[in-house]
């Protein structure tokens, strides 16, 4: 498969002010000016450029895994080797393993384990909580994220910058949506094991867990109490 390819050139349009009749000529000084004139001459001409550029076009960029990421995603492989199933993807369909200290697990499905969402700004992955398992406080910095639960009741919520709160307790088949660069948590709301499916709107949303960022750093302990008011709450 080609990659398609539009030509376009520079178009100079000159405008001149004056009564709605207009006409039109091509200025042979500047093979590319188009002159629209008034039938009235005095008026003051306003020039518009708009200027088309050789545009490339391409449908997608299946990740090429074999070369190292890049800031701009991975290299595409030639269309020439692409399939259909490398806009398949079935890792979100197994539950993760909720065995660890907070009884949640992520599943990615990002361009390294889906090569068809490379360079299209996009990201998914599936969250699967046990009884009383949680997502923590965290946020993305990179992109807002649209939940969907598959199973069970997830109380979920985000902060924002003034610092309302928003929480709502979802059942299957709802959804709910995350800004870009707010706190946010998910905790299973039942008795029973939780999923649900999460879509980013970045190929890269970065995250960032506030409870580590705050107590796994390498700050000195009583500066990390005196920035958090910890020693004023004991």
Do not use: Y
């Given at each position: 498969m080609k990659?398609?390819?539009?030509k376009k050139r520079s178009i100079l349009?000159?405008?001149?002010?004056?009564?709605?009749?207009?006409?039109?000529e091509k200025n042979r000084a500047k093979s590319n000016e188009l002159v629209l004139t008034p039938t009235n001459q005095n008026g003051v001409r306003i020039i518009f450029l708009l200027s088309f550029l050789f545009a490339s076009v391409q449908d997608f960029c299946v990740a090429n895994l074999k070369r190292a990421e890049t800031p701009a995603d991975y290299p595409c492989i030639r269309p020439i080797h692409v399939k259909a199933k490398d806009f398949v993807f079935s890792g979100l369909g197994t539950p993760g393993n909720t065995t660890n200290i907070i009884s949640a697990a992520v599943t990615p499905?990002?361009?390294?384990?889906?090569?068809g969402l490379?360079?299209?700004?996009?990201?998914?992955a599936r969250l699967d909580l046990?009884?009383?398992?949680?997502?923590?406080?965290?946020?993305?910095?990179?992109?807002?994220?649209?939940?969907?639960?598959?199973?069970?009741?997830?109380?979920?919520g985000f902060v924002s910058f003034a610092n309302s709160v928003y929480v709502q307790t979802l059942k299957r088949g709802q959804v709910m949506v995350f800004p870009q660069g707010l706190l946010h948590f998910q905790i299973n709301a039942g008795k029973s094991a939780a999923a649900a499916l999460v879509t980013f709107s970045s190929?890269?949303?970065?995250l960032q867990i506030l409870d580590f960022a705050i107590f796994a750093n390498d700050l000195p302990t009583e500066l990390v109490a005196g920035t958090t008011f910890l020693e004023k709450l004991n």
């Open positions: 990659n398609r390819q539009s349009f000159v405008f001149k002010s004056g009564p709605c009749s207009w006409t039109t499905g990002f361009a390294a384990q889906f090569p490379n360079g299209l700004g996009l990201s998914t046990a009884p009383k398992g949680v997502i923590p406080m965290h946020t993305h910095l990179g992109a807002s994220e649209v939940l969907f639960v598959l199973d069970g009741a997830i109380t979920a190929a890269s949303p970065g």
